[in-house]
Nanobody, 124 residues
Framework: QVQLTESGGGLVQAGDSLKLSCEASRVQFTLYAMGWFRQAAGKEREFLASIGLSTGHVYYQNLSMKNRFTISTNNPKGAVDLLIKNLRPEDTAMYYC????????????????WGQGTRVIVLS
């Protein structure tokens, strides 16, 4: 079973930038894509962005998200970063990394492995 480990979360001020990282281990079969989701208190988990590890093709939740969120990878075997700029209090959430061996990767159901999450708290 793939193990995903997130890092980079913490307590930040509104307007700051933050880079979250995720690394896969115990990878027995090639991963096709990885993505980021978040879940705020009392809300459902939402898709943020995903990237094909060898293709580099990316999906974002919506076009406006590209203004503040940037997903990237420099390791096709299983690592992904999420840069969040101009953080807002509403970005406060647990951020989860996920991976998939499938070729579709923009829905929660597309991802089979999940990390434990890294918490981001944005102070106003």
């Amino acid at each position: 079973q793939v193990q995903l480990t997130e890092s980079g979360g913490g307590l930040v001020q509104a307007g700051d930038s933050l880079k979250l990282s995720c690394e896969a281990s115990r990878v027995q079969f090639t991963l096709y894509a990885m993505g980021w989701f978040r879940q705020a208190a009392g809300k459902e988990r939402e898709f943020l962005a995903s990237i094909g590890l060898s293709t580099g093709h990316v999906y974002y939740q919506n076009l406006s998200m590209k203004n503040r969120f940037t997903i990237s990878t420099n390791n096709p075997k299983g690592a992904v970063d999420l840069l969040i700029k101009n953080l807002r209090p509403e970005d406060t959430a647990m951020y989860y990394c996920a991976s998939t061996r499938g070729s579709t990767y923009f829905r929660e159901s597309d991802f089979g492995s999940w990390g434990q999450g890294t918490r981001v708290i944005v102070l106003s």
